[in-house]
Each structure stands twice: as structure tokens, then as C-alpha cells.
């Protein structure tokens, strides 16, 4: 079974531009989480989904947005970034959410310039 | 205010011994807590889970413990080799569907 995949891998983008992540959950996957890790704050929350819908949000700016797709496949925008999102992005999925092992994908690392 | 400590230094271990990791947690009543070893450049990867109505786990060369009353979980390798050497994260979850991360002890084994 093929493992969780973010494209890109890495990006650069300058401040006030905006950006979309992708990942691909493992297949029969439907809860999908994002995390954003930082030197300085470690892994952090984003959001959920499971079944095309937002079931989870952590504490980001609402310039942090999501969406989830019927095939499971999500996607992630940053819009108006700053030098503070800088980070490795990670996504992972499980069957269902709670209580589950989650599988990470490899992540994609964003420098904002 | 709600807190997950880990030992922010670095642990360095000879090989064949046992490395021992803190996970402490301020202010949380977690349902589970999970362990992740994560190497430079990748991913989390899932080792272990443990209910809050555990007191252990085992797997392989792995153990975790969980204690609410001190609010600390450990999480012990034995017999570590270097391709143990890895940063190694701790996560809580309040029966939320948020995993609450904490910022990971990097494990050194030397031979």
C-alpha cells in the first residue's frame, strides 16, 4: 500500500503571497490532519477533515484554510504569508481519526522570503 | 496553562543500553498518549499507543508507561542500537481529535 504523499516537497515563496499544499492520503484513508512544525514551537495542529468536512481546528489565523475532496485527497492554503510560516508541513491520515495511528507523510518545507 | 515537556537536550547512550524518555504534561487529561520517532527530513512514524486506564505497553524492544497521577509517561528502548538514534516525540489526545504534540528529545546512540 502506497504511503501518504505531499507535493510539493519544498517551495519558496515571498511575503503576501499566498500557497496551496496537497497531500494524498493512503488509500480507504478518510480523516486527513495537517500539522505545521517549527524549530521553536515543534508539531503543531492545524485541522481535520474526515468526509469532505472540517471535523477539527487547532488555535491558526484564519489565513490558515482547508478543503478535502471526495477521493480523500486535501489540500491546504496559506494565504498573505509571513516570514513566520516558514516551516515543515505535514499531513497524515488514518482510517478514521480517533485513537488511531496516524501516518505522516514526508511533509513540505515552505520558506517564506 | 497546558504544557508538554520533554527533555529539550539531547540524550547520548552507548549501545546496548537502555534509553530512558520523559514525557510530562501539565494541565491536560489526555484519553491516550502516543509515541513517534521522527528522523531529519521525514515524517512521524507511530511506535506505540497507551489508554489512560494502562499502566504499560510493550513492543519488541519498547516499553511505555503511563502514570496520571505524576502526569508523565516514559518511554524506555532496550538493548538501543545506533539506528535507534532519532528524535522521538510524545502526543496527547483529550478525546478531541486534536493530537497535542510535545517538542521531542533527540536520542543519540554511539557505539
Known amino acids: 500500500k502506497a504511503g501518504v504523499t505531499q507535493t510539493p516537497r519544498y517551495l519558496i515563496k515571498t511575503r503576501g503571497q499566498q500557497v496551496t499544499l496537497s497531500c494524498s492520503p493512503i488509500s480507504g484513508h478518510r480523516s486527513v490532519s495537517w500539522y505545521q512544525q517549527t524549530p521553536g514551537q515543534g508539531l503543531q495542529f492545524l485541522f481535520e477533515y474526515f468526509s469532505e468536512t472540517q471535523r477539527n481546528k487547532g488555535n491558526f489565523p484564519g489565513r490558515f484554510s482547508g478543503r478535502q475532496f471526495s477521493n480523500s485527497r486535501s489540500e491546504m492554503n496559506v494565504s498573505t504569508l509571513e516570514l513566520g510560516d516558514s516551516a515543515l508541513y505535514l499531513c497524515?491520515?488514518?482510517?478514521?481519526?480517533?485513537?488511531?495511528?496516524?501516518?505522516f507523510g514526508p511533509g513540505t518545507r515552505l520558506l517564506v522570503l | 496553562s497546558q504544557k508538554i515537556e520533554q527533555n529539550s537536550e539531547a540524550l547520548n547512550i552507548q549501545e546496548g543500553k537502555t534509553a530512558t524518555l520523559t514525557c510530562n504534561y501539565t494541565?491536560?487529561?489526555?484519553?491516550?498518549l502516543q509515541w513517534y520517532r521522527q528522523d531529519p527530513g521525514r515524517g512521524p512514524v507511530f511506535l506505540l499507543l497507551?489508554?489512560?486506564?494502562?499502566k504499560e505497553k510493550r513492543k519488541e524492544r519498547l516499553k511505555v508507561t503511563f502514570d496520571t497521577t505524576l502526569k508523565q509517561s516514559l518511554f524506555h528502548i532496550t538493548a538501543s542500537q545506533p539506528a535507534d538514534s532519532a528524535t522521538y516525540l510524545c502526543?496527547?489526545?483529550?478525546?478531541?481529535?486534536?493530537?497535542?504534540f510535545g517538542t521531542g528529545t533527540r536520542l543519540q546512540v554511539f557505539p
Open positions: 494541565n491536560y487529561s489526555p484519553a491516550y
Open positions: 497524515a491520515s488514518s482510517y478514521a481519526g480517533r485513537e488511531e495511528t496516524q501516518y
Open positions: 502526543a496527547l489526545d483529550q478525546n478531541t481529535d486534536k493530537l497535542i
Open positions: 497507551i489508554r489512560e486506564n494502562e
